[in-house]
T-cell receptor
Framework: DAGITQSPRYKITETGRQVTLMCHQT?????MFWYRQDLGHGLRLIYY???????DKGEVPDGYVVSRSKTENFPLTLESATRSQTSVYFC????????????FGDGTRLSIL | QQQVKQSPQSLIVQKGGISIINCAYE??????FPWYQQFPGKGPALLIA?????SEKKEGRFTISFNKSAKQFSLHIMDSQPGDSATYFC???????????FGTGTSLTVIP
């Protein structure tokens, strides 16, 4: 089925570990986004990508790394996880820009102990 | 600094009533104002969106009212149903890629 899928859905890890969250979309959308969702903050943009090999920082990029070697994949890596990065992470895509409807995955719930 | 301020934080409405959620913004460069609906365990889904060249947009029971001079926009849900119980987020963005901001969300409960 066409859509945007995130994996894993749930992840528990320890502080200092590296963890990668995966995002895959089947629409060939140009833009992809990573958000984190926390109570009292709504969703905050971490990084976005306008096309393969083009990425840029959002509102809260510190502690995160992204790459986009293929249009359909946009992994998010926490190089050394901290407790403050415990959150629900959402990947999204849009056809042409951030000013267009964004389609979200169902999220990854990440707990860092 | 919250780029988009949303209120109320939670809202309880009787079935058949009108639900109203408000948002305010400061950045006049914003030119796209969507509303997203989110159910537990799911990602947000686009509900309705407006651009500042119109003051109102209606899709079924959902209406966005937009006041450019006041830098405010609101979502009205007419004839609210229990199935509308969800969290609603307003958002605002500019044409530049990294300026996309969500409000803090409103938890709507529609009582049968």
């Amino acid at each position: 089925d066409a859509g945007i899928t995130q994996s894993p859905r749930y992840k528990i890890t320890e502080t200092g570990r590296q963890v990668t969250l995966m995002c895959h979309q089947t629409w060939s959308h140009s833009y992809m986004f990573w958000y984190r969702q926390d109570l009292g903050h709504g969703l905050r943009l971490i990084y976005y990508s306008a096309a393969a090999d083009i990425t840029d920082k959002g509102e809260v990029p510190d502690g995160y790394v992204v790459s986009r070697s293929k249009t359909e994949n946009f992994p998010l890596t926490l190089e050394s996880a901290t407790r403050s990065q415990t959150s629900v992470y959402f990947c999204a895509s849009s056809e042409s820009s951030s000013n267009q409807p964004q389609h979200f995955g169902d999220g990854t719930r990440l707990s860092i102990l | 600094q919250q780029q988009v301020k949303q209120s109320p934080q939670s809202l309880i409405v009787q079935k058949g009533g009108i639900s109203i959620i408000n948002c305010a913004y400061e950045n006049t460069a914003f030119d796209y104002f969507p509303w997203y609906q989110q159910f537990p365990g799911k990602g947000p889904a686009l509900l309705i969106a407006i651009r500042p060249d119109v003051s109102e947009k209606k899709e079924g029971r959902f209406t966005i009212s937009f006041n450019k001079s006041a830098k405010q926009f609101s979502l009205h849900i007419m004839d609210s149903q229990p199935g509308d119980s969800a969290t609603y987020f307003c958002a605002a963005s500019s044409p530049w890629g990294n300026q996309f901001y969500f409000g803090t969300g409103t938890s709507l409960t529609v009582i049968p």
